[in-house]
C-alpha cells in the first residue's frame, strides 16, 4: 500500500493504549463527551481539552449530587438510594435548583403517567 509505513521487526514492544478518562483519572467517558459534542452541533471546532474538562464537570455534579443524596437516605434510615432521595436534593439544595431551573422531570411523575396510560 501507497503511503504506509509498516513496522519491521522494531525492538520495541507497542505501548498499551491509555484512554484519555484514564489520563484524565476520570470515570466519566472522555470520548463519549466528545462525540455528543460534535454530533450536537455545538460549534463549528473543539479543542482537545474541551471534552476532559465538560467530563470532569459533569462527574463533579453527578458526585455532588450523589453524596447529598446518600446523606438524606442515611437521615431517612435506609440503605439504598431511591429517586424521592434525589428529588428531595435537588429540591431542598438552592444551588442545584437554580441551575436546573425546572428542566429536570420526575421520574416518578413520568412512570406514573405510564402506568395511567396502559
Same mark, same amino acid.
Given at each position: 500500500m501507497a503511503?504506509?509505513?509498516?513496522?519491521? *521487526?522494531? %525492538?520495541? !514492544?507497542? =505501548?498499551?493504549?491509555?484512554?484519555?478518562?484514564?489520563?484524565?483519572? +476520570?470515570?466519566? !467517558?472522555? %470520548?463519549?463527551?466528545?462525540?455528543? &459534542?460534535?454530533?450536537?452541533?455545538?460549534?463549528?471546532?473543539?479543542? /482537545? /481539552?474541551? !471534552?476532559?474538562?465538560?467530563? #470532569?464537570?459533569?462527574?463533579?455534579?453527578?458526585?455532588?449530587?450523589?453524596? +447529598?443524596?446518600? =446523606?438524606?437516605?442515611? #437521615? *431517612?434510615?435506609?440503605?439504598?438510594?431511591? !429517586?424521592?432521595? &434525589?428529588?428531595?436534593?435537588?429540591? *431542598?439544595?438552592?444551588?442545584?435548583?437554580?441551575?436546573?431551573?425546572?428542566?429536570? =422531570? %420526575? +421520574? +416518578?411523575?413520568?412512570?406514573?403517567?405510564?402506568?395511567k396510560?396502559?
Amino acid at each position: 500500500m501507497a503511503g504506509k509505513k509498516r513496522r519491521q *521487526n522494531s %525492538s520495541k !514492544p507497542r =505501548k498499551q493504549a491509555v484512554s484519555r478518562s484514564t489520563r484524565a483519572e +476520570l470515570q466519566f !467517558p472522555v %470520548s463519549r463527551v466528545e462525540r455528543y &459534542l460534535r454530533e450536537g452541533g455545538y460549534a463549528q471546532r473543539l479543542g /482537545s /481539552s474541551t !471534552p476532559v474538562f465538560l467530563a #470532569g464537570v459533569l462527574e463533579y455534579l453527578t458526585a455532588n449530587i450523589l453524596d +447529598l443524596a446518600g =446523606k438524606e437516605a442515611e #437521615g *431517612n434510615c435506609k440503605k439504598r438510594i431511591t !429517586p424521592q432521595h &434525589l428529588e428531595t436534593v435537588m429540591e *431542598n439544595n438552592q444551588q442545584l435548583r437554580a441551575l436546573f431551573q425546572g428542566d429536570t =422531570k %420526575s +421520574l +416518578l411523575d413520568e412512570t406514573s403517567q405510564l402506568k395511567k396510560k396502559c
